[in-house]
């Protein structure tokens, strides 16, 4: 286990659940990844958790908004990225052809943030850490290790990245699929994959990936709790063994287990 006191700009440093059954959304996940729930009060009849491994921030969950189940949205999973400047980080955005679903705003003293849309329809949040520097534990089973933008321009969406965090996207030289890694200075931190990969007609999304000791085990366990398979475990070779999967609420997720 490693613990982070800091995130680069440029790396994901939060991730968020949205679900509809926030009670059994935290049963679920303390049971799949060991995740201590912890529930902030944010008001009489709703609370913001936050997901711990030994006391360390890990992750966090809310219930949807009204509004959003009004519009039929499902659960989901929200990544979050680290900048210097959230009110810049909007401007540029906009600038490079992206759309501020939010102006920035400050989350009381845990720091600052927006939400943002890219030009290819993903949504991602921005934040500008004070006390909160957002995840704090890393390499050890629930914890984030990756983030797949799926897109159905992954040049345009290479593009926007590349100049509003300065990420460097690019295929492996003995990839013949198309995948482009992201980089954030020296760190490999994600990547998009071909518009092959895609389902037709899905809208343009972040998928997060949780590390896990085992990939069959865990993807066993959580059908087991209700959860639905999307993509049963499989082996890359050279890369490792991950699945995709959707909670019993309906929130996408990945696990993964490195080869290395």
Not at 23 to 52: I, R, V
Not at 134 to 154: E, F, K, M, R, Y
């Amino acid at each position: 286990m490693t613990n982070i006191d800091k995130h680069p700009a440029g790396n994901f440093c939060w991730i968020e659940l949205h679900t509809t059954d926030q009670n059994a959304a935290k049963s679920f996940y303390a049971s799949l990844f060991g995740w201590a729930a912890h529930d902030n009060p944010m008001g009489p009849n709703d609370f913001y958790t936050e997901f711990k491994l030994q006391d360390r921030e890990a992750a966090a969950g809310c219930t949807l908004r009204p509004e959003e189940r009004s519009q039929g949205m499902p659960p989901y999973w929200m990544i979050y990225i680290a900048v210097k400047n959230a009110d810049d980080t909007v401007t540029k955005a906009k600038q490079l052809g992206g759309k501020a679903l939010t102006a920035a705003f400050d989350v009381m003293d845990a720091g600052r943030m927006a939400i943002i849309q890219d030009p290819t329809g993903a949504i991602f949040c921005v934040w500008q850490a004070n006390k909160n520097a957002g995840i704090g534990v890393s390499q050890v089973n629930g914890t984030l290790c990756w983030a797949d933008l799926s897109t159905p321009d992954p040049k345009r969406a290479a593009e926007f990245y590349s100049g509003l965090f300065g990420w460097q996207a690019f295929a492996a030289p003995q990839d013949p699929s198309g995948y482009l890694h992201i980089k954030n200075g020296e760190q490999h931190i994600g990547g998009i994959p071909p518009v092959a990969h895609r389902q037709p007609g899905t809208p343009a999304h972040w998928l997060a990936y949780f590390q896990v000791d085992d990939v069959d085990a865990s993807a066993n366990k959580a059908k087991k709790m209700g959860a639905k398979l999307h993509l049963a475990p499989m082996t890359m070779e050279g890369v490792g063994r991950f699945s995709v999967i959707a909670d019993p609420q309906g929130a996408v997720f990945a696990i993964f287990k490195s080869a290395r």
